[in-house]
């Protein structure tokens, strides 16, 4: 499905973008997002983590589950097959025991991501100004330091330069103290996905991307929220 | 946006500011009352066009014939003020509209900011199908000094470069009021009150190609039309520099601005976001803005951050250097050559540097000879910083003499020297040499003229 397809769906069902649902709206407008599978089954787990590759980590799909680890949804370092297919089972059966009711369409598949530095960014809609993309260091740093910057759609290549630029934490991304400096070319990609999409798809109203993974290697996105 | 509103484009305000005939519907004979100060000033200004005082119940106000209404007029008329209560006024715009008013300036209050939005409806109402363009209402007017047009208080008559357009009738006046006391004058000021048509960004895109205007000085408490101030912002940030300080940045601000002019205000952020995305820029206060506008009306950006600091004064040089390093511009030692060359230059008490301490015997001249010697051998010095910290004579046309012969930004400072300075300060202002009464104002226009990055 297209993006405008995935967006009607959940539109019609009364909710928000699911995980992997997200993931395919974001990759139609070249952001960076990990390989993943949905796995409906134990035996399909096994399969498509195998097909991942090891270690993955898996997460609970499911339209009724706010909080993924609060209620046994995220099972991280899988290491085999079987581990996979037991992985399967155990999130089915705490999501089932902590959220009652919960509709569980499946279990995501990743690859477990390592190194590098985490960002975040975002898309939210201004009542004046419109489609505004956010950016900043994740973790503490947007918790505690609110080191965050914004920038109006249409933000083009050369404002999401700057965008990344402008944050206190810049030098980190850099490459501080002789580190290798991150790919800020990928990371430029996500901010200009997310200002195309925010144009393009009025229905979003906000996207959270927390945590992006930068790194030498390009930016993924570790986890996406799209609110309609 | 506000309800019910659709971005549209920006007004053809000529015929506001440039009306070649006004009517004061209010005006009154009491010296108590504001219709009677708005006609006074309008008249002392020496307006030139014809002024028709309305009031149905006097032959004649200030020397000018009255008429009961505007009907009775029986002239075209341009403009109108409005002083009447509130509730007439929509019966004055529509009364407006069938006599083919262009614009009214509606200083009445009563309406959206009291919770009366019906009041105001009906006058937006009368008028859109009059054609008539409205200032406010809840405002403190206009005044455009090219056309001698002052449709507000206080009087001030001295024209400059600087435009003002305030969501605060009250910063308005302040800024009009210091920039006439300092000699630098006015291109134009709006205080926009309830701003229920003509808004801040009509009207930064008149100033904008106004010519007499040099820079733009906002002050906003949240925006009318976002997507219009975007499309205005883009033509004029490349023009003219505009500053914009916005009242309400944290939450009690944003509440208290909430309910002084109804203003919907979204994120501090993405406000300077959207500023900095059409090359506004953002000041924290009034002082800020005043400063900022004045220092960019009388000087070009130039790119770099390289600062050299004269004074007079040891004290105010070392507070200036301080706060030019915080605020990222460098204060680079001299060269060699720099330092050699002043040496030959200068008296040998002089303490050579950065600042360059001319100690508190130093005549005018001495700034200039040294300003001179540096734009020889320091050529990498972007912007120069003149501190006269005593009663220093002539200043002003070494200042003159500096800039006549030196293709570098320059701001000024004076500081405690009495009666010498307040001849000097006001000279200098007027002359558009941007002089400030403290290093740390210099100081912050220095920044605002020095963009930092090198092309």
């Known amino acids: 499905m297209n993006p405008q397809e995935l967006l009607a769906r959940a539109k019609e069902e009364g909710r928000s973008l699911l995980e992997p649902e997200a993931y395919a709206v974001l990759a139609a407008y070249g952001i960076p997002v990990l390989d993943y599978r949905l796995a409906t089954s134990p035996e399909e787990a096994s399969r498509m983590a195998e097909e991942i590759g090891f270690p993955a980590a898996m997460k609970v799909v499911s339209p009724d589950v706010i909080h993924k680890s609060d209620s046994g949804g995220v099972k991280l370092g899988i290491g085999s097959p079987a581990a996979a297919a037991e992985a399967f089972a155990e999130i089915n059966d705490a999501v089932a025991e902590s959220v009652e009711d919960a509709r569980i369409e499946g279990v995501l598949i990743v690859p477990m991501a390592a190194g590098g530095i985490e960002v975040i960014a975002g898309m939210v809609r201004d009542p004046q100004f419109g489609p505004a993309v956010m950016f900043g260091l994740g973790g503490i740093f947007v918790e505690i330091l609110k080191d965050v910057a914004f920038e109006i759609a249409p933000v083009s290549r050369e404002e999401a330069g700057r965008l990344i630029k402008s944050i206190k934490g810049y030098p980190l991304l850099a490459g501080a103290r002789g580190s290798k400096p991150c790919d800020l070319e990928s990371l430029g990609s996500v901010i200009t996905g997310l200002s195309r999409l925010a144009l393009e798809l009025d229905e979003v109203k906000e996207i959270d991307l927390n945590p992006v993974l930068a790194s030498p290697d390009g930016a993924r996105v570790l986890d996406a929220r799209i609110l309609l | ?455």
Request: with cysteine; charged share 25%; net charge negative.
């Open chain 2, 1 to 455: 946006m506000e309800a019910g509103k659709t971005s549209d484009k920006p007004r053809d305000l000529d015929l506001l500011f440039n009306a070649r005939s006004v009517a004061v519907v209010g005006a009154s004979a009491n010296p108590e009352k504001l219709g009677y100060e708005i006609l006074n000033n309008l008249i002392n200004m020496g307006y030139s066009g014809p002024i028709y005082p309305i009031n149905p119940k006097a032959d004649e106000i200030l020397g000018l014939k009255a008429y009961p209404s505007l009907s009775d007029v029986g002239q075209p008329i341009d403009l109108i003020g409005v002083i009447v209560p509130g509730k007439f006024a929509p019966g004055v715009i529509e009364e407006a509209g069938k006599l083919g008013v262009k614009n009214a300036v509606v200083i009445s209050g009563g309406f959206r900011e009291i919770g009366n939005d019906e009041l105001e409806a009906a006058m937006v109402a009368a008028a859109e199908a009059g054609g008539v363009g409205i200032i406010g209402p809840n405002c403190q007017g206009i005044n455009y000094p090219a056309n001698k047009l002052c449709l507000s208080w206080p009087l001030i008559k001295r024209k400059g470069g600087l435009a003002l357009i305030c969501q605060s009738g009250t910063i308005a006046a302040a800024l009009g009021d210091r920039a006439d006391k300092e000699g630098i004058g006015i291109a134009g000021l709006v205080a926009l009150g309830n701003r229920c048509d003509i808004d801040e960004s009509d009207l930064i895109e008149f100033f904008g190609a106004d010519p007499n205007t040099d820079a733009i000085a906002v002050y906003l408490e949240g925006i009318r039309d976002g997507e219009k101030f975007m499309e205005v912002g883009k033509r004029v940030g490349k023009l003219k520099p505009v500053l914009v300080l916005k009242g309400g940045r944290t939450e009690r601000g944003r509440k208290a601005a909430e309910s002084h002019t109804k203003s919907i205000a979204g994120r501090g952020e993405i406000f300077d976001a959207a500023l900095r995305k059409v090359g506004f820029e953002k000041v924290e206060s009034i002082d800020e803005l005043y400063d900022c506008a004045k220092a960019l009306s009388a000087e070009k950006k130039r790119p770099g951050k390289r600062v050299q600091v004269l004074t007079s004064s040891g004290g105010s040089g070392i507070v200036a250097v301080d706060i030019l390093e915080e605020l990222g511009l460098d204060v680079a030692p001299l060269s060699e050559a720099g330092r050699k060359r002043l040496a030959e230059t200068l008296p040998s008490h002089c303490v050579i540097g950065n600042p360059l301490d001319l100690t508190g015997d130093t005549p005018a001249e001495r700034y200039q000879e040294a300003v001179l010697a540096l734009a020889e051998t320091e050529p990498g010095i972007d912007l120069y910083l003149l501190i006269f910290g005593d009663p220093i004579p002539r200043a002003t046309e070494n200042c003159r003499e500096i800039k006549a012969a030196v293709d570098r930004p320059l701001v000024a400072c004076y500081i405690g020297g009495g009666e010498v300075e307040e001849v000097e300060f006001k000279k200098m202002n007027s002359l558009k040499i941007p002089t400030f009464p403290t290093p740390e104002r210099a100081a912050r226009a220095a920044r605002s003229i020095l963009t930092g990055r090198k092309e």
